[in-house]
Each structure stands twice: as C-alpha cells, then as structure tokens.
Nanobody
Framework: QVQLEESGGGLVQAGGSLRLSCAAS????????MGWFRQAPGKEREFVGYISWSGGNTYYADSVKGRFTISRDYAKNTVYLQMNSLKFEDTAVYYC?????????????????WGQGTQVTVSS
C-alpha cells in the first residue's frame, strides 16, 4: 500500500504561481511513476502530467505544457507540481497518483493509488 497526501493548494490570482506537493508513505513510491490529475466541478478527472520512476521523463497535457513542471525528491519521497502563469480554467481539485498498472498514463484508470486532493482556485 502507498499513501499519498497532497498539499499546497489555495487561492491565487490569474498569472500567479503555486507549488503543489505530493508526499508518499507506506510502501514508498520512489520506484514508481507519479502522475497529477485535476477535476473541476461538473467535469471528469483529467490528466495534467506525469513523471517517470527515474525522473528522466515527463509528459504534460497540452493545456498546461510550458506552464507546469513536475519534479521529484527521492530523499523526501515527494513529487512537486510547479504551476506558473495560472489561468482561471486551472481551477480544480488536484490529485496525485502513483503506480501505473497500464501504460496509458493519461487515463485515470491506469493508476493504482490516489491522494485525497487539494483545491486550487484561480481568481480572474
């Protein structure tokens, strides 16, 4: 079992920045790929980005490419989502996920473990 806990959400003005953290515990996720998803009210959960177990590969949704960056700190068993140039449409609950069961990283069903989510609200 892996437990994931997100933090760092909050209210920010459009154009601002936030950094989300996802701390892993239990059977730690240092050897697993990690993903970020988000879900806005009334919408399905959507893929934001992914980082490989080695940290050498990242992949982002087109909607956040160039603005968001995922990194990981193995010593802290933590993955980060740096969000810059935030837009109103980035408002959502952000979730981290761990352990890919299937290769299609953009599908939420491919991931085994999930955090409880952290709210990000961008004011226009």
């Amino acid at each position: 079992q892996v437990q994931l806990e997100e933090s760092g959400g909050g209210l920010v003005q459009a154009g601002g920045s936030l950094r989300l953290s996802c701390a892993a515990s239990g059977r730690t996720g240092s050897s697993y790929a990690m993903g970020w998803f988000r879900q806005a009210p009334g919408k399905e959960r959507e893929f934001v980005g992914y980082i490989s177990w080695s940290g050498g590969n990242t992949y982002y949704a087109d909607s956040v490419k160039g603005r968001f960056t995922i990194s990981r700190d193995y010593a802290k068993n933590t993955v980060y989502l740096q969000m810059n140039s935030l837009k109103f449409e980035d408002t959502a609950v952000y979730y981290c996920a761990s352990e890919l069961r299937f290769s299609r990283v953009v599908d939420s069903s491919s991931w085994t473990y999930w955090g409880q989510g952290t709210q990000v609200t961008v004011s226009s």
